[in-house]
């Protein structure tokens, strides 16, 4: 039986998101297909069941929804592909980080083989997710020493690590889920063979601390607190953003643009809009296709960090930041320097509106190549500085328009409405010059957005 992936009802290629294994009967079980948690997004590496649509039993359908997989960017439905019956649900409604590939239901092709998976349960083997246990290919392939042990140990094979002169002995999977917690192996005492630190001893650990914790939360006198558990995207965002500040290198600059051209010209275009039934134009959409000729302009900008090599992208590609009740999506305006105004105006809102229903697709939010954050017409925030979304080199902070008194021609005085922008950047990427003159074309275009339409 084969599964695909859905978001908003509309489909997409599931041959890289979802693997099922076929089995043949080793312990009394009749053929049978174990469904693991699909991988929907690159940087996917566990998922939540928001809900089962099927029920154990129910007959399965090609396009017939099994279930919604809560994932790391928003809340995908998945599809079956084949007929089959659903025999047993393994992780239920509700079910929180669950790695990917591990077990998640089982499905049979034979109505009468259902009641023989009543009480199926996935063996830790099967059910373990590889990418999981296996360490990220950014690590340095670290030596490994065999040891005659006794048949009863079930732990994987020793990995060899280096601490303060002292060699300490950690399985592999005790080794990865130290350093998803930040434990140091070091401050631990293995219960294995030869003091090898386990699984276990890493998950006693946790337990100890989350208990300390706890006892002094609930010591603290007249403090009212309600814990309220995170999300997928929540998750990913704290530590996709703390790995930007820790890794990369920020430097902000901000310039002030005179605007009042901008908002004529806006006014200008909307009762056309308006006459063709197309989107209002917002002041962010005017932003967003300066962003993108400037990038076109100052290609440097539009580049990423590959440690031995810089890669600009040829494509223009504009994150949009939206915040929703949901979380922080950022779905992508593709080629937006070759697209109109109007192109531009009608897919930001329709992504918006997307992203606010938790409908996006992977299409929708991958492959951007810079970043645009508007907390300025929304909420009225002067000025920010973002955080460089990576793997791009810079982001870009609009803030409010506010009218100023400023000197005229012949002595006289004119009020003029000005809004801040500030570009963050890589300083590994993109020099204090290079970032500057990016800017200097980004203003030029704001203040003469005529220049736009050319």
């Not at 599809?79 to 980080?97: N, T």
């Not at 998640?104 to 099967?126: M, P």
């Not at 000729?293 to 290609?299: A, D, E, Q, Y």
């Not at 930001?348 to 300025?376: H, I, W």
Request: proline share 6%; glycine share 8%.
């Amino acid at each position: 039986m084969q599964i695909s992936a859905t978001a908003a009802n509309s489909s997409f290629s599931c041959g890289q998101v979802f693997s099922a294994r076929q089995f043949s009967s080793g312990a009394d079980l009749p053929v049978h297909e174990e469904i693991g948690m699909p991988s929907l997004s690159p940087t996917m590496t566990e998922g939540n069941i928001a809900r089962w649509v099927k029920k154990e039993g129910d007959k399965v359908s090609p396009g017939e929804v099994l279930c919604e997989v809560e994932t790391d960017k928003a809340t995908v439905e998945m599809e079956c592909m084949e007929e089959g019956y659903l025999a047993k649900i393994v992780c239920g409604d509700g079910a929180k980080e669950i790695k990917v590939g591990e077990i998640i239901c089982i499905t049979v092709e034979e109505e009468g083989d259902i009641e023989k998976f009543k009480d199926y349960k996935a063996s830790s083997s099967a059910s373990a997710a590889p990418p999981a246990e296996s360490k990220p290919q950014s690590e340095p392939a670290e030596p490994k020493e065999e040891k005659k042990e006794p048949s009863k140990a079930p732990e994987p094979k020793a990995t060899k690590t280096e601490e303060s002169g002292d060699r300490l002995f950690s399985s592999p999977v005790a080794r990865k889920l130290a350093e998803d917690n930040n434990v140091l192996l070091s401050s631990l005492k293995g219960t294995g063979p030869d003091g090898r630190i386990l699984k276990a001893d890493i998950e006693d650990y946790l337990s100890s601390v989350a208990k300390d914790t706890k006892k002094e939360a609930s010591a603290a006198p007249g403090l009212g607190y309600v814990d309220l558990p995170n999300t997928q995207i929540r998750k990913v965002t704290a530590n996709r953003l703390l790995q930007s500040k820790q890794t990369i290198p920020h430097y902000y600059l901000t310039v002030d643009s005179r605007v009042d051209k901008l908002i004529k010209l806006r006014s200008e275009l909307n009762p056309l809009q308006d006459a063709s039934g197309g989107k209002k134009i917002s002041i962010n959409d005017l932003v967003i296709k300066a962003a993108a000729l400037s990038l076109r302009k100052v290609p440097t900008c539009n580049s990423s960090w590959m440690n031995d090599f810089i890669r600009q992208y040829h494509n223009v590609n504009i994150n949009v930041a939206v915040q929703t009740e949901h979380g922080l999506f950022v779905p992508v305006v593709r080629d937006a320097d070759k697209k109109g105004l109007a192109t531009i105006a009608d897919e930001v809102k329709q992504l918006a509106l997307r992203a606010r229903d938790n409908s996006l697709k992977p299409s929708d939010y991958e492959g951007g190549t810079f970043t645009v954050s508007n907390l300025g017409g929304p909420f009225g925030i002067k000025q920010f500085c973002a955080i460089v979304n990576p793997p791009q080199s810079a982001i870009l902070a609009i803030g409010s328009a506010e009218k100023r008194v400023i000197p005229g021609a012949e002595g006289q005085f004119e009020v003029g409405s000005f809004m801040s922008a500030t570009l963050s950047c890589d300083h590994r990427v993109i020099d204090g010059a290079i970032g500057a003159e990016w800017l200097k074309a980004f203003k030029g275009y704001i203040e003469n957005p005529t220049t736009m339409l050319l």
